[in-house]
């Protein structure tokens, strides 16, 4: 996550990318969300019969597996992002005000 | 999407936001993964009943709660990468090869 | 699930709910399959930060509210069966048969 | 859906087929809650890029493969409600009721 423009560089590759094979009208807002939860799913399918612990030590292969299900999760939703003219950035800073409110921190001495 | 460190100071961020409410020991990347799947759904209820044209032109209002269900989204796949230290970046882009490779652009003069 | 024709009877009753509100046009396969992957989340939701146990130990209230939850799913998953022309019992008496040969029982003396 | 007794049936059939492969440990509401939804997942798969008209109107091939994906859906909803102690028919049937009441029929001259 090192370099400035990182996240609109990427957006614009994935701009690119379905440009590319003429995706643009398969990629509604729509589809996109169907696409996104499918990827989500396949990222659950990895955790549905382990124990809590088993998902927090991971053989390095599932791991690897994991990675590139978050990475099309991920992809999926920066370009349902970027269709809808949305900022990921932006809209979760925004909703981390909201969740703040909804969610009160616990005192200092209490955590 | 502007700033430098904007990713990584909102994973920083989600870091403090789950201490400040000592919800660590629930965000296993199991947990995380039922969370943010549950989200994506939020954000699908949105599109179920469109026609992929009304899809593509929200009414404001709409597209006021889809960016908030796009920011869970996120929230819950960042705070999930994190938790199982991969960068998000970095694993979309080494995705994005793959997925060229399995998914050829058209050529030019077809596009 | 005593009577005979139940499974039939709610189908019809399904059928017959829809037609009363004009809902035909809106239950095409692709928005069923989003309404039902809505409601299997809400499923979700509420096992998301439980332990193992807990999940096999509901309150009186979680477990009504969880009731409805499996009831709605069905429904839609019920409803989609219908307009696809899929018989669900047939349906899963054929794919348990799949399942049987990918996933062997283990030798009785090991059960 | 001819027989009496034929959900009943299946339900006991699905029991044996954990006992002898001695899933009973991974059946956890939680767990079954992720396996279904991931299910609901692979059977959004099949639409995500189809048009609403494509979706009531599945080739051969592709209809055999959904109706695959609804047995492994609603196999997983039958077994987590045996699991909890829910039946599916009785628990469809109260929910009926409460969606009368939330989204009243259209008067019969307006249908």
């Given at each position: 996550m090192e370099?400035?423009?990182?996240?609109t560089d990427l957006r614009d590759a994935l701009r690119r990318f379905a440009a590319?094979?003429?995706?643009?009208?398969?990629h509604t807002p729509k589809n996109l969300a169907m696409a996104?939860?499918?990827?989500?799913?396949?990222?659950v399918e990895h955790f549905q019969w382990l124990t809590p612990e088993q998902s927090m030590a991971l053989p390095a292969e599932v791991h690897a597996e994991v990675r590139d299900e978050i990475a099309d999760t991920f992809i999926y939703l920066l370009r349902m992002a970027d269709v809808l003219e949305i900022d990921l950035i932006d809209a979760a800073r925004?909703?981390?005000?909201k969740n703040a409110l909804k969610y009160p921190a616990l005192p200092a001495d209490l955590r």
């Open positions: 370099s400035k423009q990182s996240l590319e094979r003429r995706w643009e009208v398969f996104m939860i499918v990827e989500a799913a396949e990222l925004d909703k981390m005000v």
